[in-house]
């Protein structure tokens, strides 16, 4: 340093500039920061989405703070039945850093299944929120088997926790508001939903019953329609069944007529065979030697021949004269 003793003015030569106090504090965050966001601790892609309606929570804060006060009477005013398991921990000061890590090991390994875990803290200065902006917090954040909300301090501050978390809240109120749905604002939604699903379901049936008048009237119309082809058909069956009947009526006379005829025809010829037949056996009986013997004729042998010639006798031939009763035997005494 110099004084001078004209002026009385004091300098002196900056060698070098450190921050210190909350200037250490802004520069060693942004170095954090830059190199987790570089391994990707902060990367959006990571991110998982929190259930709707969540039942079970995880909530690491402490018991004392007006942050948890604020959030617990914003939850259950919002929505109620949730369980809700409380670690009870520091959120500044020496042991806040180790206390918030084993509340999120302590979470892992419990035996539980939580729907989101909750960091929750008022506002403060940069030192206050110190905790908040250690690596080994937001590694437990980034490491935590559930899905992590924190809500910090004010809306104007900015933790590494926060770029961790998986849902980011300005403010502890505002991270309760995010958790869970307002249940005034559900009843308004379902409902509408009912409304709309009322309105819906009335639009389908009317929509079935207009879609069931179109099929019946499509219906009525192809059975209209098959009726009366049936009906024309049936018509034409019968029509066509009168020529039929009446053909077969026609064809049964002329088989009457012609089976009359054969029979007319076929007694016809029988008697004429009858006839023809009485005639022969005439014709044989008159034929018949025995016949012409009966009626006092004789037969005569010779040699055992039938003598039809006086030419073929001699005198004294023995012949045997044959009547219709016996015969006797004779000799030739003349010839005429």
């Known amino acids: 340093p110099k004084i001078h003793s004209k002026s009385g003015n004091f ?12 200037g250490a ?10 190199r987790l966001e570089t391994e990707g601790l902060f990367a959006p892609e990571r991110k998982r989405a929190l259930p709707r309606f969540p039942q079970t929570i995880g909530l690491i804060a402490s018991k004392d703070s007006a942050a948890y006060s604020d959030f617990i009477k914003i939850l259950k005013a919002r929505w109620g039945g949730l369980k809700i398991h409380l670690i009870n921990v520091a959120v500044q000061g020496q042991e806040a850093v180790p206390q918030i890590v084993g509340a999120f090991q302590c979470l892992n390994e419990s035996n539980l299944e939580f729907d989101l875990v909750a960091l929750i803290r008022g506002g403060g200065s940069l030192e206050d929120l110190r905790a908040f902006n250690s690596e080994e917090v937001v590694r437990a954040i980034f490491g935590s088997c559930f899905p992590v909300v924190v809500g910090v301090g004010h809306e104007r501050d900015d933790t590494l926790a926060d770029f961790a978390a998986d849902l980011r809240a300005s403010t502890p109120s505002n991270a309760a508001e995010l958790i869970v749905p307002d249940k005034e604002e559900v009843r ?27 099929s019946v009237d499509r219906l009525k119309s192809i059975i ?4 009366a082809d049936f009906s024309a058909s049936l018509a034409n069956f019968f029509h066509q069944a009168e ?23 076929f007694k016809k010829h029988v008697q ?7 005639l022969s056996e005439k014709i044989i009986l008159a034929l018949n030697p025995e016949s012409l ?19 073929e006798l001699d005198i004294d031939d023995n012949v045997r004269i044959k009547l219709f009763k016996g015969g006797f035997w004779s000799k030739v005494l003349k010839k005429e």
């Open 272 to 278: 004429e065979i009858k006839n023809r037949l009485n």
């Open 11 to 22: 300098s002196f030569t900056v060698l070098k500039v450190e921050p210190v106090g909350e």
């Open 293 to 311: 013997l009966a009626r006092g004729y004789a037969v005569v042998f010779k040699d055992g021949k039938a003598v039809r010639s006086a030419n």
């Open 25 to 34: 504090l802004k520069r060693a965050y942004e170095i954090l920061k830059n």
């Open 224 to 227: 209209g329609k098959k009726a």
């Open 188 to 214: 308004r939604e379902f409902e509408t939903a009912k409304r709309g699903f009322i309105a819906a379901q009335r639009f389908w049936f009317e929509e079935k019953a207009e879609a069931i008048e179109d």
């Open 243 to 265: 020529i039929w009947r009446k053909d077969l009526v026609q064809k049964k006379i002329a088989a009457a007529n012609c089976i009359f005829r054969m029979e007319l025809n």
